[in-house]
């Protein structure tokens, strides 16, 4: 899977910017060119869509006899998710979210988001959290221009994040079309954690805990985009607020 999305509308930490994709010989590409060469490298079943500057989801689907992970794609009331991986406890979540007993995990993420956008009872990484199973997933929502993507912790499912010429950040599973579109300012995704597009990056798993960023250096010497880590010695002020007062456009002060 692959998901682009302007700089106005996601803001990757700094510390993903790598010096070499300025300096070196291999640059990073633009948003345009990354997902052209994903489309031609799968041109008989790659679905896509693009929503001007601001975004684009590319979706493969997946041949079945080569199948590691379950790949699904999903859209609802202007809100689309990119899903990878498996919930081991999808049935209960669908009851939970009212939800038919045959809806796949794409549609409970996002009905689990539309439900903490409009003035869900609980902080978003609670429902994070409650989502048992090796799982990723990006959800974008083009009423609001937000961005909010996940990964496990359980680091049955990989992904990897980066930024692409013009700023714009870059998610995919695939390290190879990171590499190609982010040259060296890219980095994996860190397992228990959630980045939406204002609240910025956090754990889920200890969402009371600062992100901080460790160097990352390549097998070639090079410096490149950071490996981000919970900081257990740094602590947030403000404890998460739990009611159905909390918005999801602004679930970050919260945190």
Same mark, same amino acid.
């Given at each position: 899977m692959l998901a682009i999305f302007h700089k106005a509308f996601a803001h990757p930490p700094e510390e993903l910017n790598s010096p070499a994709s300025r300096d070196g010989?291999?640059?990073?590409?633009?948003?345009?060119?990354?997902?052209? @060469?994903?489309?031609?490298?799968?041109p008989?079943?790659?679905?896509?869509?693009?929503?001007g500057t601001a975004a684009a989801l590319a979706y493969v689907s997946p041949d079945r006899s080569y199948l590691t992970h379950q790949r699904l794609f999903g859209g609802f009331d202007d809100i689309y998710c990119l899903f990878m991986g498996s919930l081991n406890n999808l049935c209960i979540l669908n009851r939970q979210y009212g939800l038919s007993k045959g809806s796949n995990e794409a549609m409970l993420v996002i009905e689990a988001?539309?439900?903490?956008?409009?003035? +869900?009872?609980?902080?978003?990484?609670?429902v994070v959290?409650?989502? @048992? +199973?090796?799982?990723?997933?990006?959800?974008?929502?083009?009423?609001? +221009?937000?961005?909010?993507?996940?990964? +496990?912790?359980d680091g049955g499912v990989k992904l990897f994040w980066g930024v692409a010429a013009d700023g714009s950040v870059v998610i995919s599973d695939d390290l190879g079309v990171i590499k190609a579109g982010c040259a060296k300012s890219f980095a994996p995704f860190p397992t228990g954690c959630m980045f939406h597009s204002d609240g910025g990056l956090m754990s889920f798993e200890h969402p009371m805990n600062k992100m901080k960023a460790m160097p990352r250096i390549d097998s070639e010497g090079v410096m490149c985009g950071a490996n981000f880590k919970v900081d257990v010695y740094s602590r947030i002020n403000s404890m998460p607020r739990v009611g159905s007062e909390v918005n999801w456009s602004n679930w970050e002060d919260y945190h």
């Open positions: 010989s291999r640059k990073p590409k633009l948003p345009e060119e990354t997902l052209r @060469e994903f489309l031609s490298a799968h008989a079943n790659t679905f896509s869509m693009s929503f988001y539309r439900t903490l956008r409009d003035r +869900g009872p609980y902080p978003a990484d609670q959290k409650d989502l @048992e +199973g090796s799982f990723a997933f990006v959800v974008y929502d083009s009423k609001a +221009g937000t961005v909010f993507t996940a990964l +496990g912790s």
